[in-house]
C-alpha cells in the first residue's frame, strides 16, 4: 500500500503521533476544513483554465455550509458506524463561532463533514474521504473502500 499524504507529511518534517483519537472534533474539522478545500479546488480546476476569481466563486458555492450540509445527506447512506460516530462528534461540539450567512444546523452539519474528512485524512483513509466527498457531489457510488 502506497503512504498516504499525512504519511509523507509526518515522515518528511519527523512529526510523532498524528493519531485521530487524540484530537477533539473541532480539531479534526481544523484540518478537515483544509482537506476538502483542497478536493474541492481540484474538482474545480478540473474544469479547465480560468481566471481565478471564477475558480474562486465556484469553489465558495461548494465549500459553504449550506453545500457541505447538502452533501452530507448524500454520503450519510455509506457512512460506517466509526465514521458515523466521527462526524456526530463533529456536529455536536460547541464551536465559539457561527459563519456568516449559515443557518445553525448547516453549520453544524458542515463541522461534522470536516470532522469525519480531518479523521480520515490523519487516519490515512484519504482514498476513502475522496471517494465520500466525490458521492457527496453526486459524482458516482463506486466501491468506496
Given amino acids: 500500500m502506497e503512504p498516504s499524504l499525512v504519511d509523507h507529511i509526518k515522515e518528511q518534517f519527523h512529526l510523532p503521533g498524528l493519531d485521530p483519537k487524540n484530537y477533539s472534533p473541532l480539531s479534526l474539522a481544523y484540518i478537515g476544513d483544509a482537506v476538502y478545500e483542497i478536493v474541492i479546488r481540484t474538482f474545480v480546476l478540473s474544469d479547465g483554465n480560468m481566471g481565478v476569481n471564477k ?56 463541522t461534522g463533514v470536516e470532522a469525519l474528512v480531518g479523521y480520515l485524512y490523519l487516519n490515512g483513509e484519504m482514498d476513502r474521504a475522496v471517494w465520500l466527498i466525490g458521492i457527496g457531489l453526486g459524482l458516482g457510488e463506486n466501491d468506496g473502500t
Fill in 55 to 110: 475558480y474562486h466563486k465556484k469553489t465558495s458555492g461548494m465549500v459553504k455550509a449550506s453545500a457541505q450540509a447538502a452533501t452530507f445527506e448524500k454520503m450519510e447512506p455509506h457512512l460506517t458506524d466509526r465514521e458515523r460516530a466521527v462526524y456526530k462528534r463533529g456536529r455536536n461540539a460547541k464551536s465559539a463561532t457561527v459563519a456568516k450567512n449559515a443557518a445553525v444546523i448547516d453549520y453544524r452539519k458542515a
